[in-house]
């Protein structure tokens, strides 16, 4: 199924989650990704369909519960493909060439980074890991050549700087032999 649009809620409140990702599943018709708790004691709810129907679950998401559970959400439409099967784990790359990966504080943000990264510069989504066993924070990885990687980098620099959601990032532009075998 092809999906045109990307929508997260993440929660400091579990129950407030699970209610809310209800509301959201009868608000539109979406297609729940991923709805669980996260490292940090918060909830994540993540969903895909429509521009619209993703749009309207996720302001209904927000209007369900009291402003104060809710951590960071976004609204992504046009998402770029490769985005999924990171999120899944499911990237096949064969070669790593130079590697970029940014650290984020909150899983929305990872996945608005990730997205306009891969938008900017001709690169390769390697992973991109939500929240779970790292203490609520997120990150992603990407490989190509130097110059789209550090395109793809600022990139996602940009977008997060002045929010305060960056925990760091790297380039490397010749990653050991090592590191590439246990990255892909």
């Known amino acids: 199924m092809e999906f045109h649009a990307i929508g997260m809620l993440e929660f400091i409140s579990i129950s407030a989650g699970i209610y809310s990702a209800?509301?959201?599943?009868?608000?539109?018709?979406?297609?729940?990704?991923?709805?669980?708790?996260?490292?940090?004691?918060?909830?994540?709810?993540?969903?895909?369909?429509?521009?619209?129907?993703?749009?309207?679950?996720?302001?209904?998401?927000?209007?369900?519960?009291?402003?104060?559970?809710?951590?960071?959400?976004?609204?992504?439409?046009?998402?770029?493909?490769?985005?999924?099967?990171?999120?899944?784990?499911?990237?096949?790359?064969?070669?790593i060439k130079a590697l970029g990966s940014v650290e984020t504080f909150t899983a929305a943000s990872a996945i608005i980074s990730a997205d306009k990264a891969l938008k900017a510069a001709k690169v390769r989504l390697m992973d991109l890991r939500l929240a779970n066993g790292m203490g609520g924070k997120s990150y992603f990885t990407l490989t190509g050549d130097i110059a789209d990687v550090e395109a793809a980098m600022k990139e996602a620099e940009d977008e997060l700087k002045d929010k305060g959601l960056i925990v760091n990032t790297i380039i490397i532009p010749h990653p050991h032999e090592q590191l590439t075998k246990a990255l892909l």
């Open 22 to 95: 209800d509301q959201m599943l009868k608000t539109a018709k979406v297609t729940l990704l991923e709805a669980h708790p996260i490292c940090a004691g918060k909830y994540m709810v993540l969903i895909a369909g429509g521009v619209d129907e993703v749009t309207s679950a996720v302001k209904a998401g927000e209007d369900s519960v009291s402003s104060s559970f809710i951590v960071d959400s976004l609204v992504i439409p046009n998402i770029h493909k490769d985005i999924f099967p990171a999120l899944s784990a499911s990237t096949f790359i064969q070669e």
